[in-house]
């Protein structure tokens, strides 16, 4: 079982930015995807940014390219995701989650394991 725990949400005003953390209890230096997505009230939830561990690449939905960035720490076994010149809209509960088969996916049914989420507010 992978555990993973989200950190770094919180409170910002439109045009900021912020940096989530995503900690796995699983070692990145074995290569599996990880992916992050977001949850609005009333909304499916989306994905965001998926990285394949040790080395991969990266794949970013339309809606965040260019503005979110994700990267991983694997000797800390560490995955952020930069958010900046944010908007109202990004409001969200946010999530990491992993699996390690179904390649570089953004759908939320291909993840196997999930943190608890982080909160981002967003202000105009």
């Known amino acids: 079982q992978v555990r993973l725990a989200e950190s770094g949400g919180g409170s910002v005003q439109a045009g900021g930015s912020l940096r989530l953390s995503c900690a796995s209890s699983?070692?990145?230096?074995?290569?599996?995807?990880i992916a992050w997505f977001r949850q609005a009230p009333g909304k499916a939830r989306e994905g965001l940014a998926v990285?394949?561990?040790?080395?991969?690449?990266?794949v970013y939905a339309d809606s965040v390219k260019g503005r979110f960035t994700i990267s991983q720490d694997d000797t800390r076994d560490l995955v952020y995701l930069q958010m900046n010149n944010l908007k109202p809209e990004d409001t969200a509960m946010y999530y990491c989650a992993t699996q390690a088969r179904l390649g570089y996916s953004l759908s939320p049914a291909d993840y196997t394991y999930w943190g608890q989420g982080t909160q981002v507010t967003v202000s105009s």
């Open positions: 699983y070692t990145l230096r074995n290569r599996r995807f």
């Open positions: 990285i394949l561990s040790a080395g991969g690449d990266t």
